[in-house]
């Protein structure tokens, strides 16, 4: 993949973000392993299956070998949260909005849109103003901007509320005796899925279990009035917004630490990997973690399937320099040389031939440059005291005086320009 296209959608996504004024925070790569376990969950498939884990050895005053473990990141939001936990931020912030984009790590049989190392863009909101049915809006909103602003258009926004943790444990039971009779027709796997964790059961992608899940007759999760009341305000905000969703009674989330609102962004253009990604409010997780009892919410959106999905006319500019520098013989050298050190201190972006050689070979490298301007020092130049301008999309050239290594009206000429 073109790095400039990455760095390019990095900036657009960058610029989204710190509209919702919402600030970068840089965790580290790996974590203590419990963290994973205690956040997403023992039974998640993330933990059970898919952590890369690493392992250090010591030995402690008697001599014995202590393993202690720590996994590469499948995700960021536990770890965003441990850092605002030990930085105290519940302390000096009624509400702290964290953005990050960066590597993740899942042991899984690499496929197209499912990678062991692949880049997650995502926001935390978190703090005692995290209640609020209009961050939940705001975060989803964020992600449909994010995604509209790189000009993807075909995805679809499917929102539902699990409630809270006892409207959970309800609709949990509730789930088991719905499935409990079909228990024999699911795949093995979510067989055992059921006894763990019922919510992972509707998740599958198990054709077999997929023929039950879509058997069931689910209006909503078991909601309490107040939760209601709370994902009507959620979808009451995101309607002022003019977001279009599709409220989906059966979307859970496979981690543990979701509450009240979840949704996912899919999109026909990824293939069987549909989802752009993922988020919804964990309203109990900074309080499991060890921190104050607040609210939070967030999402993360997969930045390998947002390429995978962006439009084929998108246009995005890599770094090309403004001006190309030609130096066509031995003695107008080290003035090309000294002039490009007096560009670059004007921060001009520019570039030379190194290489002295005649000047079609030296004109291919700098159209290859895509500069916008050329500079040509030769002999003829040396003699008339000037240098050649030529403006690579005009395709017009001129001459500009340069007296005594003077190069004042130069510089003044391609500031001008660029
Ligand atoms: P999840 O936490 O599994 O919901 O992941 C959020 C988003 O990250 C997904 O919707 C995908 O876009 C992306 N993602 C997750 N796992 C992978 C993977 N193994 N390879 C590529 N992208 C992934």
Not at 71 to 96: F, W
Not at 125 to 143: H, K, N, R, T, W
Not at 165 to 174: G, H, L, R
Request: glycine share 6%.
């Amino acid at each position: 993949m073109d790095i400039a296209k990455w760095q390019a959608i990095e900036d657009i996504l960058r610029d989204v973000l710190h509209t919702y004024n919402y600030l970068e925070i840089r965790t580290p790569i790996f974590e203590d392993t419990e963290l994973f376990a205690r956040s997403m969950g023992q039974t998640s498939d993330v933990v059970q299956k898919q952590m890369l884990n690493l392992c250090s050895q010591r030995r402690d005053d008697d001599g014995h070998l202590k393993l202690s473990g720590q996994s590469l990141r499948p995700e960021n939001t536990a770890s965003v949260v441990r850092s605002y936990i030990q930085q105290n931020l519940e302390r000096t912030e009624g509400l702290s909005k964290f953005y990050y984009m960066g590597p993740m790590f899942r042991g899984e049989r690499p496929q197209k849109g499912r990678l062991r190392q692949f880049h997650q863009v995502g926001v935390e909101a978190i703090g005692s103003q995290a209640q609020s049915p209009y961050l939940d809006a705001e975060v989803i909103a964020l992600a449909v901007t994010i995604l509209e602003s790189l000009g993807i258009k075909d995805f679809t926004v499917k929102i539902n509320s699990l409630g809270s943790a006892e409207d959970k444990e309800n609709f949990s039971a509730w789930l088991r005796e719905q499935i409990k009779p079909h228990l024999s027709k699911l795949g093995a796997e979510d067989q055992n899925r059921f006894e763990r964790n019922v919510f992972r059961v509707l998740d599958s992608k198990n054709k077999d279990t997929r023929a039950v899940v879509d058997s069931l007759e689910i209006e909503s999760a078991a909601l309490s009035d107040e939760s209601q009341r709370y994902f009507q305000q959620v979808l009451a905000a995101l309607r002022s917004l003019n977001i279009h969703f599709e409220v989906d009674p059966k979307l859970v989330r496979g981690l543990d630490y979701y509450t009240h609102t979840v949704f996912e962004i899919t999109s026909t253009a990824l293939g069987s990997q549909d989802a752009l990604g993922a988020g919804g409010r964990y309203n109990n997780l900074v309080k499991q973690l060890g921190g104050p009892d607040v609210g939070a919410v967030g999402f993360a959106l997969g930045l390998e399937r947002i390429i995978l999905a962006l439009p084929e006319d998108l246009d995005v500019i890599g770094v090309t320099p403004d001006v190309y520098i030609i130096a066509l013989d031995e003695q107008s050298f080290p003035k090309a040389w000294q002039l490009l050190g007096l560009l670059r201190n004007e921060s001009i972006s520019c570039d030379i031939g190194y290489k002295i050689a005649p000047m079609k070979r030296q004109m291919r490298q700098a159209d290859k440059s895509k500069a916008e301007m050329v500079i040509i020092l030769g002999e003829d130049e040396l003699r008339k005291g000037v240098v050649t301008v030529k403006d690579m999309q005009e395709g017009t050239q001129e001459e500009v005086p340069v007296k005594d290594n003077d190069y004042s009206v130069l510089i003044d000429t391609i500031v001008e320009r660029c």
